[in-house]
């Protein structure tokens, strides 16, 4: 990570402790719908005799991967607010941003149409920069969902004039950022080995298949499947270690239980053949990147800051054995507050014995897309893709789909997940960094979910799909 992006990171972080006080504030105030009215200071202190109130888009309620647009009413003319959005995570964890604002000339502050000034955790034209510069009171804690039957509560807060401690509060309200679109089901997969929770969209299948592999740290994230689910895929979230009778720890990659994930997927009867998709991010890409090589029914892959030499565990299956890539700690550099830059631990699978740790890949009989994060501090991601490329194409098969985000990290999620610039790492066992710009890496994560749908659209059932610009 660039030394500019770990300067805004910490300045959003000191400047957030300094709004601590008034979260905890009490105060009468009266619900109207989502709206929370707190009562008007005294006439002396008022800089406006309206009420303010604040208006979402949607209202009351929104998907956590779409856009939400903030507008707050009944301010005075050009009146200077700070506008601070907060959320809390299952763990009971903070996540902040704040914004310093001027409204128009009518009162009317539209997140759409004005800019943030300077002195918040951002500045300039930015509708949804209340979402992705959310960051955590908590060091190395990253914002994570793990029951998506229930949504993150968002708060916001209109406080006045842009002190460096909070203002009177003129208004507030709340919005869910949900996961589960409605009429979406949930179906806990357990057939076999299998450990997996299946999301069906609504109406009549067959649906093209997809199967989601996260990264490495164990137990059954849903969120990315869920949300891919809400546009018309099956998808299977798969668990494959630290998760019920599963391994509890990733030694050994064993493919043949992920052949039965992607059987139970070809035989279902809400999923359209004659092939299912792959979805993998981190440790979870050379796992499909392996799974698209070795097994047979795979249509497409999209691998995201993934890896195309086998990483972390030994992979085998049947009679095969692929080496984990080695590594050397020694070349872990560690900053003054204890963060690790690993981006040049690992070995160069194109040199001596490492050579055996590349999948091969020319083997898959799918099309591949890498999305890639230019800052990606957890591997050369952009290495990785392009050797896959080459090799691919070496071996006279299509070219795979490259895209390339300069200035986004390790960590590309699904939209408005807040960039995590830093946690601690689940195979290394201390804090890293995972590189990535805030606005960059949120804008990344907004055009690499577009483009992931689009390319199982296009490869999984043959229909273009809807283009909109989501940001
Ligand atoms: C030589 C060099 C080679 C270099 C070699 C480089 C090779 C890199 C290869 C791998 C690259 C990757 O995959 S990178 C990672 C990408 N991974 C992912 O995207 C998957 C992310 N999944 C996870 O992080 C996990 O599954 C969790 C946190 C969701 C686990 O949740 P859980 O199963 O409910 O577990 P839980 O008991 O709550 O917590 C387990 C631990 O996670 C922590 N934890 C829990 N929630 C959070 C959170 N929101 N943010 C931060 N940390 C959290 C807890 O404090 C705890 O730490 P403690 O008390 O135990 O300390």
């Given amino acids: 990570m660039g030394r500019r992006a770990m300067s805004v990171l910490a300045a959003c ?182 450990r997996a929770t299946l999301f069906l969209p609504p109406g009549n299948g067959p649906f093209p298949g997809v199967i989601d592999v996260h990264g490495a740290g164990g137990g059954l994230l849903e969120y990315r499947a869920c949300l891919l689910a809400n546009y018309g895929f099956a998808v299977l979230a ?85 080496p984990p890539l080695g590594s050397n700690r020694k070349r872990i550099r560690v900053n003054k507050s204890g963060i690790g830059d690993i981006i040049d631990a690992l070995n160069n699978p194109l040199e001596g014995p490492d050579r055996q740790s590349f999948i091969p890949l020319e083997k898959a009989e799918c099309r591949f897309l890498f999305i890639v994060g230019q800052d990606d501090h957890n591997w050369k991601s952009e290495f990785f893709a392009v050797e896959g490329s080459k090799r691919l194409q070496a071996h006279g098969k299509e070219k795979p789909e490259l895209i390339c985000y300069p200035g986004a990290g390790h960590y590309i999620q699904p939209p408005f997940f807040p960039m995590c610039s830093a946690s601690m790492h689940p195979l290394v066992g201390m804090p890293v960094m995972w590189g990535g710009e805030p606005k960059a890496h949120c804008e990344a994560q907004v055009d690499a979910w577009q483009q992931i749908e689009a390319f199982f659209h296009r490869h999984l059932k043959g229909e273009p799909s809807r283009t909109a610009n989501r940001l």
């Fill in 13 to 194: 972080r000191q400047s957030s402790r300094c709004w601590q006080s008034c979260l905890s504030r009490p105060g009468p105030a009266r619900q109207h719908g989502n709206i929370l009215r707190v009562p008007e200071a005294p006439a002396a202190r008022r800089l406006s005799s309206m009420a303010a109130t604040i208006r979402f888009s949607p209202s009351t309620r929104s998907l956590f991967d779409e856009p939400l647009g903030i507008a707050v009413q009944g301010l005075g003319p050009r009146q200077q607010v700070t506008l601070r959005a907060s959320l809390r995570d299952e763990a009971g964890e903070l996540f902040e941003a704040h914004a310093r604002y001027q409204a128009a000339d009518d009162g009317e502050l539209d997140l759409a149409r004005c800019p943030a000034l300077p002195g918040g955790s951002f500045s300039g034209l930015e509708p949804t920069g209340l979402l992705w510069a959310l960051q955590p009171r908590k060091a190395f804690w990253r914002l994570v969902k793990k029951d998506v039957t229930t949504p993150f509560r968002l708060q916001l807060d209109v406080l006045d004039g842009h002190g460096d401690g909070p203002g009177r509060l003129l208004a507030q309200a709340q919005h869910e950022r949900a996961f589960l679109r409605d009429g979406v089901r949930r179906v806990p997969v357990r057939e076999g080995r299998i």
């Fill in 238 to 322: 798969l668990a494959y270690y630290s998760y019920e009778d599963l391994p509890k720890d990733m030694k050994e990659v064993n493919l043949e239980y992920f052949e039965e994930a992607v059987n139970f997927m070809l035989q279902h009867n809400q999923v359209k053949g004659p092939g299912i998709g792959l979805l993998g991010f981190s440790k979870g890409g050379d796992i499909c990147v392996s799974m698209a090589s070795f097994l047979k029914g795979i249509t497409a892959t999209a691998v995201v800051n993934g890896s195309v030499a086998n990483v972390g565990a030994v992979l085998r299956y049947k009679d095969i054995t692929i």
